[in-house]
């Protein structure tokens, strides 16, 4: 069985203090996909990025990071110079490679940036 | 083009009710999700549709809930009898395959129908 576990469940920051969100998965399969989603009050997922399990390197994509440990299992989330507009609930999630690759979700991180 | 749209956006029922939610996914795309939210939670999966084959239904939580996709695009999650426990948030996605030798096809998500059973 795979699982997605987000320990944080709510983050209070300061506007442009730098925050990290954990993520923690569980699966048997050597090949899979993780991803980051965000959550904003309106409710729409928006999709930040996809990460297959045979590359490791690390992305950043402007303010934000991401950094994948297989040997921890481990895919962490982390956004520089946080800004009210960040404010959300971020979900990271797993799928398989196999079938039709349904997403399986942690629990998320509410992230509150306030001015 | 457009998105992934649901409705209604909210709906509120009374515990016994029957609701009929309403995906309509991107054009063209095979592959037709349901994901239900529960307050405070991550997304859990439901059913899964290719085209109008219905393919995995593993994760309906009662024979009170029923999906169907008949003509492989719009799809319709029905429950009958809701129970307060229902009150959630349903999410469709779609997705297709793209180009040959893609190995993910991406999940586009609808903006989802808010259920509270009264």
């Known amino acids: 069985a795979q699982k997605v576990t987000q320990a944080q469940t709510e983050i209070s920051v300061v506007e442009k203090e730098d925050v990290t969100l954990d993520c923690v998965y569980e699966?048997?399969?050597?090949?899979?996909?993780l991803f980051w989603y965000k959550q904003p009050p309106s409710g729409e997922l928006v999709f930040l990025i996809r990460r297959n399990s045979f590359d490791e390197q690390n992305e950043i994509s402007g303010r934000y990071s991401w950094n994948f440990q297989k040997s921890t299992s481990s895919f962490n989330f982390t956004i520089t110079a946080s800004q009210v507009v960040d404010s959300a609930v971020y979900f990271c999630?797993?799928?398989?490679?196999?079938?039709?690759?349904?997403?399986?979700f942690g629990t998320g991180t509410r992230l509150l940036v306030s001015p | 083009g457009a998105g992934v749209s649901q409705s209604p956006r909210y709906k509120v029922a009374k515990r016994g009710q029957d609701v009929a939610l309403r995906c309509d996914p991107i054009s063209g795309h095979v592959s037709l999700f349901w994901y239900q939210q529960a307050l405070g939670q991550g997304p859990e999966f439901l059913t899964y549709?290719?085209?109008?084959?219905?393919?995995?239904k593993s994760g309906l939580p009662s024979d009170r809930f029923f999906a169907e996709r008949p003509e492989g695009s719009v799809s319709t999650l029905k429950i009958q009898r809701t129970q307060q426990e229902d009150s959630a948030v349903y999410l469709c996605a779609s997705s297709s395959p793209g180009s040959e030798g893609q190995l993910f096809y991406e999940q586009y998500f609808g903006p989802g129908t808010r259920l509270t059973v009264t």
């Open positions: 699966t048997r399969d050597t090949t899979y996909y």
């Open positions: 999630a797993l799928s398989l490679n196999t079938g039709f690759q349904k997403l399986v």
């Open positions: 549709f290719q085209n109008e084959a219905q393919l995995d």
